[in-house]
């Protein structure tokens, strides 16, 4: 009888067990179960406008590619997408940021050669002349970039063949200056700077490349 008893409660634990078991798979695997949303599709594009074409003039994409930019920036990005098929927008964002972050750190650590791909002659010599300057001062920097808060395309043109991008960098930044002795004479890593620097990016849509140069600096 006792033995029965046991049987009995040992296969109500087992049948308890097994309920709780199955509500945490099974809902788990409902959930994963559930069908992952893919990314929207561009919305179809109008047709072109049939006399820009007799004209021999670039065809626009009429279709807006980045929601909330001014008339003037989506004409220019349209046309740099026509010219070159090839571009994307929020592509050429991520890797604009990229190169912001490398294009400074070379800076910072006086590396003319990692600079030279990423900048056209006139910013390189530019550059240069600021890491000699700085060399010949017997100073170094030991600046961080700590994050990237923003980057917004403000202006966007095509030239034929070129396409030039302008992004607004907003950035946190970590400044140390020091001397030939190693003395601290500017800046502090333990307090970062907000940095607001506008940069202008070039590209030869001819080039078999996708790489983009900087072509202009300026304080936002």
């Known amino acids: 009888m006792e033995k029965t008893v046991e049987i009995v409660i040992l296969a109500m634990i ?3 067990l097994g309920l709780r078991l199955y509500s945490v798979l099974g809902r788990r695997a409902e959930r994963e179960e559930q069908p992952r949303l893919e990314p ?3 919305a179809p594009a109008r047709p072109a406008r ?3 074409a007799e004209r ?3 065809q626009v994409p009429p279709r807006v590619i980045v929601p909330g930019v001014t008339p003037a920036i989506e004409r220019g990005i349209r046309e ?3 010219a070159d098929r090839q571009f994307d927008m929020l592509a050429f964002l991520e890797g604009a940021k990229g190169a912001y972050r490398i294009i400074l750190e070379a800076f910072w650590k006086g590396d003319r050669e990692a600079l030279a791909p990423l900048t056209d002659p006139h910013v390189h010599a530019a550059f240069a002349d600021a890491i000699d300057a ?3 001062a017997g100073e170094r920097l030991e600046n961080r970039l700590v994050r990237i808060e923003d980057a ?3 202006a966007a043109s095509y030239q034929a063949p070129l396409a030039r991008v302008t ?3 907003t950035a946190d930044i970590a400044a140390v200056t020091r001397n030939a002795e190693g003395q601290v004479v500017a800046g502090s890593l333990h307090d970062a700077v907000e940095a607001r620097d506008i940069w202008t990016f070039v590209r030869d849509t001819r080039a078999q490349t996708p790489d983009w140069q900087l072509e202009e600096t300026d304080e936002g």
């Open 152 to 154: 917004v395309i403000v």
């Open 40 to 42: 929207k599709g561009e």
């Open 167 to 169: 992004v607004r960098f």
């Open 134 to 136: 700085r060399e010949a």
């Open 50 to 52: 049939p006399e820009l």
């Open 14 to 16: 087992a049948a308890f």
């Open 56 to 58: 021999g003039a670039v």
């Open 80 to 82: 740099i997408a026509a």
